[in-house]
């Protein structure tokens, strides 16, 4: 069963404050792992998707990374608009259904 | 062009009541989905179609639970005999192939 953990639950930070989340995850066969944003009372707005471990992939302010095991968003200079709960979910090789965490809920402060 | 829409935004039901969402998907996308988001949680998958056929429901709570998307389009997920535990936000999400999944904004059911 495919399994997808999120650090931390929230993270507070100061504008311009750089930091990173974190997704853990196993699954039988990684087909992709994406990262999606999700604003209150919105569906999740897709970001990125990584395929294999040591890609990279970067938009705007944010950057996301992937080893054999875990993704990194990475957030620099963050501002208030990029408060959100950000979600991470992997598609494995035993379907095309996505498996979500339970997501990282940042709030920037101006 | 436009995204995936859902229809109703919000539905009240009371317990007992049969209630149906709709979702439009992005035109020409194959693939659809239907996931429950609990509050605070993360989406949970409930089913699939690709294009008319359902190839996955495994992930549906109970037989309560039932989706279509009878010309390969337009799709209904129906909820009978709504429970308390049903209460949640219904999200669908469509996708051309086996890229990313686009979501609509949702469906929050409220059931009293």
């Known amino acids: 069963e495919d399994q997808v953990t999120q650090s931390p639950e929230a993270l507070r930070l100061q504008e311009g404050e750089s930091s990173s989340l974190n997704c853990s995850y196993t699954?039988?066969?990684?087909?992709?792992l994406f990262w999606y944003r999700q604003d209150p009372g919105k569906g999740p707005e897709f970001l990125f998707t990584?395929?294999?471990a040591g890609e990279e992939k970067e938009k705007e302010r944010l950057k996301a990374t992937l080893t054999k095991k875990e993704s990194f968003l990475h957030i620099t200079a963050p501002k208030p608009e990029d408060s959100a709960t950000y979600l991470c979910?992997?598609?494995?090789?035993?379907?095309?259904?996505?498996?979500f965490g339970e997501g990282t809920q940042l709030t920037v402060n101006p | 062009g436009a995204g995936v829409s859902q229809s109703p935004r919000y539905k009240v039901a009371k317990r007992g009541q049969d209630v149906a969402l709709r979702c439009d998907p992005i035109?020409?996308?194959?693939?659809l989905f239907w996931y429950q988001q609990a509050l605070g949680q993360g989406p949970e998958f409930l089913t699939y179609?690709?294009?008319?056929?359902?190839?996955?429901k495994s992930g549906l709570p109970s037989d309560r639970f039932f989706a279509e998307r009878p010309e390969g389009s337009v799709s209904t997920l129906k909820i009978q005999r709504t429970q308390q535990e049903d209460s949640a936000v219904y999200l669908c999400?469509?996708?051309?192939?086996?890229?990313?999944?686009?979501f609509g904004p949702g469906t929050r059911l409220t059931v009293l």
């Open positions: 979910a992997v598609e494995g090789n035993s379907g095309s259904r996505l498996t």
């Open positions: 699954v039988s066969g990684l087909r992709g």
């Open positions: 999400a469509s996708t051309p192939s086996y890229d990313e999944q686009f």
């Open positions: 179609f690709q294009n008319e056929a359902q190839l996955d």
């Open positions: 990584l395929y294999s």
């Open positions: 035109s020409g996308h194959v693939s």
